[in-house]
């Protein structure tokens, strides 16, 4: 069963930066899509970034100061957050999908971390 162990989150000032990591672990065969979103209090999840088989997208308010890379062999993604807002304070969530490794046939993942708090004072 495919994992995704989120690290990274923690208290950073306005204006401040941070790196949240992700690794994915679990019989991983590739890899399709491997991002981050975020969901802040009284908020809907919403996608910060990702990188796809297209390329790197992110959202409209993060770009020019949050940035996307993975280590492909690690099956492992980062995001650096720069410039960080009040309003971006919220629980990160890692998501990947792709193939994995089973007894019998590949079979097909769409997972989750559990989530690490940035906070941000105002």
């Known amino acids: 069963q495919v994992q995704l162990v989120e690290s990274g989150g923690g208290l950073v000032q306005p204006g401040g930066s941070l790196t949240l990591s992700c690794a994915a672990s679990g019989g991983i065969l590739s890899i399709t899509q491997m991002g981050w979103y975020r969901q802040g209090p009284g908020k809907e999840r919403e996608l910060v970034a990702a990188v796809t088989s297209e390329g790197n997208t992110y959202a409209d308010s993060v770009k020019g100061r949050f940035t996307i890379s993975t280590v492909n062999h690690a099956n492992t993604v980062y995001l650096r957050m720069n410039r960080l807002k009040p309003d971006e304070a919220a629980v990160y969530y890692c998501?990947?999908?792709?193939?994995?490794?089973?007894?019998?046939?590949?079979?097909?993942?769409?997972?989750w971390g559990p989530g690490t708090q940035v906070t941000v004072p105002s």
């Open positions: 998501h990947a999908s792709g193939s994995y490794a089973t007894a019998s046939v590949p079979q097909w993942f769409n997972s």
